[in-house]
């Protein structure tokens, strides 16, 4: 139907016929010529259609935005003085010569040059949504990001190999979908969280390198980087250990930035312990663009009076930190209370800080209801160790060491954002020696990643005797302060497997109904193997600048999971339900009282 897309359409092609297809993007009447800018994937291209054609000048007169034309022309220059060098086809024009409307459109619900569309709107008609420029660049650059990452496994000798999509529940660490079995009265099927399992048995049956671009459902509250579906791209390897695979995936991630945005990555990624980034940073995932550092007083309070400070700094679970803030003396006590409010989101059950006007008076120089009960020697220590300098803020953080991490960590982040403090740059690093296990609340253990990974040993003996202060062979790549992937080297042992599910207070009998079929495949021959996954939604949200990573997919869920669009989910028939052996339970109502 087309001899060109609209975009396509350059000077090289002036004097020449062409036949474009694509939507009316804006109509303009000037005083008997009629101006079209015609609009498709590739771009858009001005139309321009004269009196001389009754025929066709009639039809050009009825079109409205998006309408759907097929247009047929001559491609001529422009006057000099209309040339739009903002565009790629700004030098040239179309003749129309054949005019088709292939549809007609009703108006829009909202423009598409409109910036300040409600994200429900938006979302309702996403088919709208998707035609406006800025989606259409995000959808080009998912396809150059998918391209480009298997062409890179690909040439590296890795399978794309499919793993199911129903499949057994497993615990991953958020709710499952479920999927009752029409067949198996009562049992139900659950869409992966992860291909975690399968292509750990993949590498078991000798398939050495795998990959898959898999969609992945989690059951969780949502957050503007997550989706109850999503896209991983899923990674395993046999016979490579951390270095290898981290290697080989930051050598991925560096060319993936250099092909589609022409940014060189550092070469090599740094690497930090996570112990290193919950003591500087308070996360995992920390973000090296902003300068603010957490600096550890556990020495310096524990023997102050001050039992806020004392007690946090004397109990081994808890942590006392002060971060300093330069130029922060400035702060109004709205907006330091405005970030007592926002630490207190975390859990904190407040925000002491001291202003330090001037560094050389000493206490007088200090500004703080908090300073007359810190003695002299604490706050020269305070001062010293955090380099303070005239003119700064002290932010402190006392108490459980989760919540002082959480915390103060979010609020180095904020503040980097609201004092611009973020460079403009990219900064990504692997951290690595994750703690094996963390406390689940209930005086038991939790793996910090998944009950696969592999711990720092291989001695099961001597993981038994200090859980709690083993690393794992895990290890996260991270940009920006996002984490891009996590993978880890896994457990192809079966005595070591036991003994982390035993650590976990997994029985035997849990353990052979939840994932027995891996169980039973590590007995025969198992090779070592790690792998990855990193969130290709994620990767492609940072990419592209979007704020949410519904904004790099085509058809997202709502913060509520739902579908605006297709009304999902939705009620089903009675005989569907009855197929499936299910019957609702009605909603209890509060009885009125008498």
Known sequence: MRSHYCGHVTEELI??????????????????????????????????????????????????????LRVKGLVRARDEATINEKLATGKIEVLGKELTVLNAAETPPFQLDDDDVHDDLRLRYRYIDLRRDEMQQRMRLRNKVTRYLRNYLDSNGFWEIETPMLTKATPEGARDYLVPSRTHNGQFFALPQSPQLFKQLLMMSGMDRYYQVVRCFRDEDLRADRQPEFTQLDIETSFMGEEAVMEINE????????????????????????????????????????????????????DVEFKV?????????????????????????KEIDDYTDYVGRYGAKGLAWIKVNDVDAGRDGLQSPIVKFLPDEVLEAIISKTKTKSGDILFFGAGDARIVNESIGALRVKLGKDRGLVSDEWKPLF??????????????????HHPFTAPATNSPEMLKQEPE?????????????????????????????????????????????????????????????????????R??????????IRDVMAFPKTQTAACPLTSAPSAVSNAQLKELNLRLRKQETEQPSS
């Open 15 to 68: 004097d020449q016929e062409v036949t474009l297809c694509g939507w009316v993007n804006r109509r303009r009447d000037h005083g008997g010529v009629i101006f079209v800018d015609l609009r498709d994937r590739e771009g858009l291209v001005q139309i321009v259609f004269d009196p001389d054609r009754e025929d066709v000048f009639e039809t050009a007169e009825r079109i409205r935005n998006e309408y759907v």
């Open 251 to 302: 050598e991925m991630i560096r060319g993936l930035f250099k092909e589609v945005l022409d940014v060189d990555l550092p070469n090599p990624f740094p690497r930090m312990t996570y112990a290193e980034a919950m003591e500087h940073y308070g996360s995992d995932k920390p973000d090296l663009r902003i300068p603010l550092l957490l600096v550890d007083l556990a020495e310096e309070m524990k």
């Open 309 to 333: 400070f004392s007690g946090p700094a004397n109990d081994p679970k808890g942590r006392v930190v002060v971060m300093r803030l330069p130029g922060g003396a400035e702060l109004s006590r």
């Open 431 to 448: 951290v690595v020696a994750f703690p094996m296990f963390e406390d689940d609340g209930k005086g038991g253990l939790t793996p910090l």
């Open 469 to 537: 202060a083993m690393l794992s062979r895990a290890y996260d790549m991270v940009l920006n302060g996002t984490e891009l992937g996590g993978g880890s080297v896994r457990i192809h042992d079966m005595e070591m497997q036991k003994a982390v599910l035993d650590l976990l207070g997994i029985s035997d009998e849990v353990a052979e109904d939840k994932f027995g079929f891996l169980l039973n495949a590590l007995k025969y021959g198992c090779p070592p193997h790690a792998g990855i996954a990193f969130g290709l939604d």
């Open 539 to 548: 990767l492609i949200m940072l990419m592209s600048g979007a704020s949410s």
